[in-house]
T-cell receptor, first 116, second 114 residues
Framework: AQSVSQHNHHVILSEAASLELGCNYS??????LFWYVQYPGQHLQLLLK??????LVKGIKGFEAEFIKSKFSFNLRKPSVQWSDTAEYFC??????????????FGTGTRLQVTL | GAVVSQHPSRVICKSGTSVKIECRSL??????MFWYRQFPKQSLMLMAT?????????EQGVEKDKFLINHASLTLSTLTVTSAHPEDSSFYIC??????????FGPGTRLTVT
């Protein structure tokens, strides 16, 4: 069974600070990896995704994530956070299946609070 | 980009009644749709996976007779919560996947059972 761990449950940063949110997964096969963001009162939005190729992926709003296969990790980073980045961040993984979409397994989420 | 809608966005119902939630893919054909449940300040938990024209596959612990899922067309899936109880109050979110296998999420439906 696949699982996703997000070790940081609640992170508080000042504006302009750098951000790194940890994500580790467990899955016995090839995976697709995702980071989603959920702003207060809004629905899930895709920040970035990794399917294959360059393990360093860039997403929207200045976010990036690096897939390190040997560590089963897909940490999210941003060099300088803004107050508007305050949100809940979810890491997710699904197995690569042929011919069909496979279910996503989500981590427990990290609540990011950016202070002015 | 791909857009997924859900209707209604909010619903309040009395205990014992049934509620139907619709999930539509507006600009693509969704061969697979997923239904998730999200409790306050918690992550999304997958309830079931539905492929168009087939019976849904439920996750362990999800009652298939209580949460009826129908995926009759490539653009519509419905989730019916039957005989709802207060503990069914939650945020229900659907996602849809087409040929790219990437999932696109709906805005969610907040169900409150009184």
């Amino acid at each position: 069974a696949q699982s996703v761990s997000q070790h940081n449950h609640h992170v508080i940063l000042s504006e302009a600070a750098s951000l790194e949110l940890g994500c580790n997964y467990s899955y016995g096969g090839t995976v697709n990896l995702f980071w989603y963001v959920q702003y207060p009162g809004q629905h899930l939005q895709l920040l970035l995704k990794y399917f294959s190729g360059d393990p360093l992926v860039k997403g929207i709003k200045g976010f990036e994530a690096e897939f390190i296969k040997s560590k089963f990790s897909f940490n999210l980073r941003k060099p300088s956070v803004q107050w508007s980045d305050t949100a809940e961040y979810f890491c997710a993984v699904n197995g690569v299946l042929t011919g069909t979409a496979s279910k996503l397994t989500f981590g427990t989420g990290t609540r990011l609070q950016v202070t002015l | 980009g791909a857009v997924v809608s859900q209707h209604p966005s909010r619903v309040i119902c009395k205990s014992g009644t049934s509620v139907k939630i619709e999930c539509r893919s507006l600009d693509f054909q969704a061969t697979t749709m997923f239904w998730y449940r999200q409790f306050p300040k918690q992550s999304l938990m997958l309830m079931a996976t539905s492929n168009e024209g087939s019976k849904a596959t439920y996750e362990q612990g999800v009652e298939k007779d209580k949460f009826l899922i129908n995926h009759a067309s490539l653009t519509l899936s419905t989730l019916t919560v039957t005989s709802a109880h207060p503990e069914d109050s939650s945020f229900y979110i659907c996602s849809a996947a087409g040929l790219s296998y990437e999932q696109y999420f709906g805005p969610g439906t907040r169900l409150t059972v009184t």
